[in-house]
């Protein structure tokens, strides 16, 4: 399906209810199935739930998890540690280039039995369920924050609990210490100090009823279609905290550089404005929040001006090479991209081209739903439009409850 993005504006005083963050799903849909007690209450509604759910009630021998990365980290832990069951987890062509090899190793120290079936070090593997007692292991901190995620919530249902210590920078702290944070809402014990995290099961569940709040990378994008509004122009969104458990609850602190006044109102809405005073560049670190990268890019080079962000060798490993398509599709928009392993800058934008531009997705959501917002500027064709199912399958609708005009065709 593609999405052909008519030029228009929103409809300013518009207001829409976010689903729930998919990275506190996933995680508090793990610790319901060790905890069944638990009760939870707005779940995202995205394909890497649906597939999260799928996988944790199966009881076939084969799991195919898709392009679902968390949920391939978080049941590779799962059936290693936690059950008596042998399965084959596997996933899309791209799941089976993105790496698993430090989690693998990390659960094998633990007493698990895991097997590639094709490449070393990555999907799709054989497991074979063991009950092991816990302990204590060594692991790499700046390749991926779910790694250790994972471990964490499997670790609330070992007797001798957990314990990580970290080797090199963390990456994505944040969704460390979400784990933690909803662990111990459980009643689990946790320490969190310097490179060493540890989990001890819970003696007595503190709590069974917990409700997701909204997404806050979902959030993003009407973040910056305020951005390139006119000024005055607002929409209310909801529902969400402003004491947040997501790392990427740090988007009005961002984009109020850019320009959108972020007011939290009663019943946990946000308000979101357009005003005057922005920065004239953007020069941040997102190792924390590397998820909002390509939404910011694509924002600075809708308003023309330049930023460097670092702290993004992880969106190496993704859907797609993150760096790689925003090099490549902002070329076509007029745009000059510089990329590194870790970083990127945008210098300068040439003239941009009069006729619709194809964004090619790359089978990534943030991709198609990061490049929408400059339907404000310019007709676009959204191409793979559907991939926005993996996190945010309502997206194109919500665009035109706000006016915005769009066409989708086969």
């Not at 963390?170 to 909803?182: D, G, K, N, V, W």
């Not at 009407?222 to 929409?235: D, H, Q, V, W």
């Not at 959108?260 to 190792?287: H, M, N």
């Amino acid at each position: 399906m593609q999405v052909y993005l008519q030029k228009s504006s929103i409809v300013s005083e518009q207001t829409l209810v976010i689903s729930g963050s998919k990275s506190e799903s996933n995680r508090l849909l793990l610790l319901q199935k060790i905890f069944p007690q638990l009760t939870v209450e707005n779940l995202a509604d995205s394909d890497d739930v649906v597939v999260m759910q799928e996988g944790l009630a199966t009881s076939k021998r084969m799991v195919n998890v898709h392009h679902a990365g968390t949920t391939m980290r978080f049941l590779t832990a799962y059936f290693a540690l936690c059950q008596e069951q042998a399965v084959v987890l596997k996933g899309s062509e791209r799941m089976h280039n993105r790496p698993i090899e430090i989690l693998v190793d990390a659960l094998r120290e633990l007493g698990a039995q895991i097997t590639y079936l094709e490449k070393e070090g990555f999907p799709p593997l054989a497991i074979e369920g063991k009950q092991v007692t816990g302990g204590s292991i060594r692991i790499p901190a700046s390749v991926s924050s779910q790694y250790i995620s994972a471990l964490l919530l499997v670790g609330t249902q070992l007797k001798n609990g957990i314990q990580l210590e970290l080797i090199g920078d963390i990456t994505s702290r944040p969704y460390i210490e979400m784990t933690l944070s909803l662990i111990e809402e459980l009643g689990a014990e946790t320490s969190f100090e310097g490179q060493t995290i540890a989990v001890r099961p819970p003696k007595q569940i503190q709590k069974t009823q917990f409700t997701v709040e909204a997404d806050w990378s979902s959030a993003s994008y009407y973040y910056s279609l305020i951005a390139l509004s006119p000024l005055g122009t607002s929409m209310r969104l909801g529902k969400y905290k402003a004491v947040s458990l997501q790392g990427d609850a740090i988007l009005p602190e961002i984009y109020e550089k850019l320009g959108v006044e972020t007011t939290f109102e009663t019943q946990d809405y946000i308000r979101l404005t357009k005003i005057a005073q922005r920065q004239d560049c953007i020069d941040e670190d997102f190792s924390n929040t590397p998820d909002l990268a390509q939404t910011v890019v694509v924002t600075c080079f809708g308003l023309k001006i330049p930023c460097a962000i670092k702290g993004l060798h992880t969106l190496k490993i993704k859907e797609t090479d993150r760096l790689v398509a925003l090099q490549q599709e902002l070329k076509k928009l007029g745009g000059t991209l510089h990329i590194t392993s870790n970083a990127l800058s945008l210098t300068t934008t040439r003239e941009e081209p009069e006729e619709p531009v194809r964004i090619d997705t790359y089978q990534d959501h943030r991709m198609a739903m990061a490049f929408a917002p400059l339907v404000t500027q310019r007709d676009l064709i959204i191409m793979e439009a559907e991939v926005v199912s993996k996190s945010y399958p309502m997206f194109w609708k919500d665009l035109q409850k706000l006016g915005i005009r769009l066409h989708e065709s086969n």
